[in-house]
């Protein structure tokens, strides 16, 4: 079996702990949990056919303290870059995020998720900012861990990038 490693990557506490539990067990806990270091945990699945094993990386958030650790990037065959829909600032850590991903891993597939879809009448981030991303070649799932909305299809669209599937 092919094994895929993601990274999950974004700032503090937009929720990217909370969307591989609801990925990988189907729960959603409102308690704060804050990661420290990486938290691994695997979800076997089947994309067009091909059977495979995500290995999520679950990587401590980037604030004005800590810094994503390139080691933690190297072999990762994709990643996920979490923003906060009410928060407009953790869409500038993702900019820089991709940007460090980039340059450690290369060129390989990323979804952004605005995470908080259920939290969509509080949103800081706008429209018009989006566009630009997606113009430059950018995906945007709009993902909730809370209600479940985009998380299964965000993680399948990555899945078939990184196999090389119709995107």
Known sequence: MIQKKICMLGAFAVGKTSLVARYVSSMFSDKYLSTVGVKIDKKPLSVDGQDLTLMLWDIAGQDDYQTVQPSHLRGMSGYLLVADGTRRMTLEV??????????????????????KADLAAEWEIDEPGLIKLVEQGWRVVRTSAKTGEGVESAFQLLARAMIGGPR
């Open 94 to 115: 993702a900019r820089q995020l991709q940007v460090k991903a980039t340059a450690v891993a290369g060129p390989v597939p990323f979804i952004l998720l605005l995470n």
